[in-house]
């Protein structure tokens, strides 16, 4: 059964679960720190739990690499090659960017496109080869929390990479990026999509 935000009612519990997702999705084994009030603290666990029994529960590389300390496949880049990508967060992922319209808005904005071009969010069960001609891949932070004077920050403190052809140049700079809560999202204008992926096989 599809995972769903407990919390899309309220847009502040909402958004931390999401961030949590996200990290313990990223990072399974790495325990992840916010400087929140304590009930929206243990909100952000919760999505943490949440996301580390998610990544947890994917199916495991055709090689037999599984999750390394730091949380990755042993080389992300090679699973998306191998066996494509899928998308992350069930689709669910749209409270973490509210103050910028939505990851798409975010991610057409990044990446100048026209924001009244027609892109609908990636189907919750989607999945597809990597480096398709028309994709667009860019690393995204959904923390506002980042020096507005440091390059690629939105003026509502969320962060983008630049776009890049292939999925790997931009997981490349969602590792160099400092926050567990980064991820790529996959963005394809002729076939109007746009989401967050992550490598392999979905659920």
């Known amino acids: 059964m599809a995972i769903q935000n407990p919390y899309t009612d309220d847009s502040v519990l909402g958004n931390?679960?999401?961030?949590?997702?996200?990290?313990?999705?990223?990072?399974?084994?790495?325990d992840h720190f916010r400087p929140f009030a304590p009930d929206l603290l243990q909100v952000y666990q919760e999505g943490e739990q949440t996301g580390?029994?998610?990544?947890?529960?994917?199916?495991?590389?055709?090689d037999g690499g599984g999750i390394d300390e730091q949380?990755?496949?042993s080389d992300l880049?090679?699973?998306?090659?191998?066996?494509?990508?899928?998308?992350?967060g069930h689709g669910f992922l749209e409270m973490i960017f509210k103050e910028a319209g939505g990851?798409?808005?975010?991610?057409?904005t990044a990446l100048t496109i026209p924001t009244d071009t027609p892109i609908e969010p990636l189907e919750e069960d989607w999945s597809g080869p990597a480096d398709q001609p028309d994709d667009i891949y860019v690393a995204i932070c959904p923390r506002e929390d980042h020096p507005l004077v440091m390059h690629g920050v939105t003026n509502e403190g969320y962060w983008a990479g630049q776009?890049?052809?292939?999925?790997?140049?931009?997981?490349?700079?969602?590792?160099?990026?400092?926050?567990?809560?980064?991820f790529v999202a996959r963005c394809s204008v002729p076939e109007g999509s746009c989401g967050a992926v992550w490598p392999g096989q979905g659920q």
């Open 103 to 108: 990851l798409i808005s975010l991610v057409l």
């Open 77 to 88: 880049a090679e699973v998306a090659k191998e066996l494509g990508l899928h998308t992350l």
């Open 16 to 30: 931390a679960w999401e961030q949590g997702y996200l990290a313990g999705f990223t990072e399974p084994e790495v």
């Open 163 to 182: 776009g890049h052809q292939f999925f790997s140049d931009a997981l490349a700079d969602m590792q160099a990026h400092e926050h567990a809560e980064a």
């Open 52 to 62: 580390r029994d998610d990544r947890r529960s994917l199916p495991p590389p055709p």
């Open 71 to 73: 949380g990755g496949h």
